[in-house]
């Protein structure tokens, strides 16, 4: 008979609450589950590898200019000493934090906005300064330049058609190739959270301070003037909601791109079609309809000496780590099973 061990999972119910379920299952079917659930785990760490490689890369090369951005939490009004009602009528201020790189200088950015809406027409509002009004890529100094946006992925602020529509008409405009590359998710940290982080502690702090010179804050107006003050080396800048474009007819011409959620780099050159790129060192030849189904089935693996793999040999799986690589050839130190543990 085979042996039984109690396995305790949490669930969300149809209710929205965390449920456990407690459920018998034999080692084999543990072992069974657990492997199902490291092959998504491996794939989702080398491509975490290979998009923080990429970024490493582009920060080194001298031909590449990066803006790294990203939203940061929105800011809550407070007044020093409040009653207890102020609460549910507090106003917010819109962060959209942007670090520019090049060279092994940084020049980052904070757009401040009283806007509600982190969708297309506010992210392309803010993109749109930052290239017209700070980096002008179409300057002399910057010919031969290419332009590099890295962000994270959302769907609902950067990664959608209207973004890939968006990276098109900027490589039109100024003449250059643009590229888009996405972290991996929940691995796209840097210098722009730093940046809203500090923005906030450091106006807050200035509020509640006591001083008879504390100032007041209360709207995306007054954070701008405060912040601009005590963060002097980032370029503040005040993008009111009445100042963003909202028309929809200049999203008429964004085509869908299929299997976008799992692209993780868009490239635009002038009077060429738009490259998808699975990751950095995946490229698909084409933007077709078939990409989604490619996207889904085709699996790229770079392995390198110390990764840990899984090994199919006579129909058994082993886990092991890589102790050499030589072209496709790869040779793995696997564990087998030795009482209640495994050894090499």
Known sequence: MAKTVTRKMWTKGVDSRLHCVVTEQSI??????????????????????????????????????????????????????????????????????????????????????????????????????????????????????????????????????????LLKEFSVKYNKTFTWKYFATSHGKGVVDGVGGRAKSLVRSAVMSKRKSAPVVQ?????????????PSTKVILIEDKDIPRSSDVWNQADAVPGIKNLHMLRSSLNQDLLLFRHAQMPLTKPTAAASLLLDTEQTQIFKENDWVLVKYDEQTYPGTVTAVAGTEVEVSVMELAGNTGKL
């Open 28 to 165: 084999g079917e543990i072992l069974s589950s657990m492997q199902e659930d490291f092959k998504s785990v491996a794939q989702h760490i080398n491509l975490k590898r290979i998009q923080a490689d990429e970024f490493a890369k582009d920060k080194n090369n001298e031909r590449v200019r990066i803006l790294q951005m990203d939203f940061a939490m929105n800011f809550s009004c407070e007044y020093q000493n409040e009653v207890q009602s102020a609460l549910w009528s507090r106003g917010s201020v819109t962060l959209f934090t942007a670090a520019a790189m090049h060279k092994g200088s940084c020049q980052t950015y904070l757009i401040c906005s009283d806007t509600k809406e982190k969708e297309k027409n506010t992210v392309a509002a803010f993109v749109n300064h930052l290239y017209d009004k700070e980096l002008v890529p179409d300057l002399p100094v910057m010919q031969g330049i290419e332009e590099v946006i890295w962000t994270d992925g959302p769907s609902s602020e950067f990664k959608n058609r209207f973004m890939a529509s």
């Open 219 to 231: 709207s995306a107006s007054d954070f701008a003037g405060v912040v601009s003050k005590l963060m």
